[in-house]
């Protein structure tokens, strides 16, 4: 199948700093990609999605000012959690589209761990 | 509102017991229905997408059967490594891509 990498793993930063995070397709060209996030022992929650060459589109209830999205090229989205506190301490995935077999899939990054201290 | 549920929450088998676990969804149109598989600190990992009503997809021990109303993963004789939370998703019809989530299955299979 897909492979949709994620880095970093973890990271850890102090508040009021940002924090980006990379999802790429690995053998394949995503023209969408999607951002989730999970607390513990919860769904994923999905917080925007993303679109080369063009602004993303985010969930109502996310902040688009917080939670900057940018899909700079058709294997490469980024999230930028700016001016982080300890409240957006979570699981972040990425997933991104492949056309597979007459339709499409969605393939999960491994997921960052984000702590802020 | 799309709404994705699943039961059990959790399940405990032993090795070789054989068992189902349920997701049922309520949408204004089915796109697809998808299931993954979650391991602790990891993303989820495909296993299958299903379209229509009595469509099934087998891989190894896991089988998916979806119905207008629901969807089913049989799991046939498991082993401890099939231990890990079972997600299921669907992906509703009018032009978004995005998928809703249940809460998931915890499958926990002794030895």
């Known amino acids: 199948g897909a492979v949709v990498s994620q880095h970093p793993s973890r990271v850890i930063c102090k508040s009021g700093t940002s924090v980006k995070i990379e999802c790429r397709s690995l053998?394949?060209?995503?023209?969408?990609m999607f951002w989730y996030r999970q607390f513990p022992k919860k769904s994923l929650m999905l917080m925007a999605t993303s679109n080369e060459g063009s602004k993303a589109t985010y969930e109502q209830g996310v902040e688009k000012d917080k939670f900057l999205i940018n899909h700079a090229s058709l294997t490469l989205s980024t999230l930028t959690v700016t001016s982080a506190h300890p409240e957006d301490s979570s699981f972040y995935i990425c997933?991104?589209?492949?056309?597979?077999?007459?339709?499409?899939?969605?393939?999960f990054g491994p997921g960052t761990r984000l702590t802020v201290t | 509102e799309d709404q994705v549920t699943q039961s059990p929450e959790a399940l405990r088998l032993q090795e070789g017991e054989s068992s189902s676990l349920n997701c049922s969804y309520t949408?204004?149109?089915?796109?697809?229905l998808f299931w993954y598989r979650q391991d602790p600190g990891k993303g989820p990992e495909f296993l299958f997408t299903l379209y229509s009503a009595g469509e099934e997809k087998e891989k190894e021990r896991l089988k998916a059967t979806l119905t207008k109303k629901e969807s089913f993963l049989h799991i046939t004789a498991p082993k401890p490594e099939d231990s890990a939370t079972y997600l299921c998703a669907v992906q509703v019809q009018g032009g978004s891509e995005k998928l809703v989530f249940g809460k998931g299955t915890k499958l926990t299979v002794n030895p």
């Open positions: 997933s991104a589209r492949d056309y597979v077999g007459g339709g499409y899939e969605q393939y």
């Open positions: 053998d394949f060209q995503a023209t969408t």
């Open positions: 949408v204004s149109g089915l796109r697809g």
